[in-house]
């Protein structure tokens, strides 16, 4: 079945960090990838997407791009702030199963000033 | 808009205790979802809906039933409460199925079951 993997926390940066957080996928389609964020005591919302191969997703100074070869979407950011902490959660939705999202199982960052 | 709205936010029930999670949506969405996230294990979908008076199973379903009367409601319950269902709950819509779609999430009810 379809599968995501993403890089284990916690990962802790000081303010201006590069940020890198991988994320590889499995599935026997073509899925859309989508990176969602959770700030403390809050619900998921959608920080990027993309929905076919070569396409990039940005937001916020965030990008991910959508990799076929290498089934992966990792999440990158030039420079950190201390808003920037919270839960990031790879995960993709095929045509197959496109009522289900399947998540990885999320990466916490701590930002530090 | 309010958007996804939950209710509680926080709840405590004992073992055997019944209880239904509310969830609605004023977004006028046609699918709707429940997911639950336990540490270190993401998200996993429980029931969803594509529709008023369509319910289907996700991934985890068993201890849980869902109906779908309105277009805007689509509440969570739980029969008799386990402590295997300590969790937290997330309800989610979006406008239409499809594997590019963005599901709008609520803030989420944290359940412990004792």
């Known amino acids: 079945g379809d599968s995501v993997t993403q890089m284990e926390g916690p990962v802790t940066l000081s303010e201006e960090a590069l940020l890198t957080i991988n994320c590889t996928y499995t599935?026997?389609?073509?899925?859309?990838l989508f990176w969602y964020v959770q700030y403390p005591g809050e619900g998921l919302q959608l920080l990027l997407k993309a929905t076919k191969a070569d396409d990039k997703g940005s937001n916020k100074g965030f990008e991910a791009t959508y990799r076929k070869e290498t089934t992966s979407f990792h999440l990158e950011k030039g420079s950190v702030q201390v808003s920037d902490s919270a839960v990031y959660f790879c995960a993709l939705s095929d045509l197959a199963g496109s009522e289900k999202l399947v998540f990885g199982k999320g990466t916490k960052l701590t930002v530090n000033p | 808009n309010a958007g996804v709205t939950q209710t509680p936010k926080f709840q405590v029930l004992k073992t055997g205790q019944s209880m239904t999670l509310q969830c609605a949506q004023d977004?006028?969405?046609?699918?709707m979802s429940w997911y639950r996230q336990d540490p270190g294990m993401g998200l996993r979908l429980i029931h969803y809906s594509v529709g008023a008076g369509i319910t289907d199973q996700g991934e985890v379903p068993n201890g849980y039933n869902v109906s779908r009367s309105t277009t805007e409601d689509f509440p969570l319950r739980l029969l008799s409460a386990a402590p295997s269902q300590t969790s937290v709950y997330f309800c989610?819509?979006?406008?239409?199925?499809?594997?590019?779609?963005?599901?709008?999430f609520g803030p989420g009810t944290r359940l412990l079951v004792l």
């Open positions: 599935a026997t389609g073509y899925p859309s």
């Open positions: 977004m006028n969405h046609e699918y």
């Open positions: 989610a819509s979006s406008y239409q199925q499809g594997p590019g779609e963005t599901q709008y």
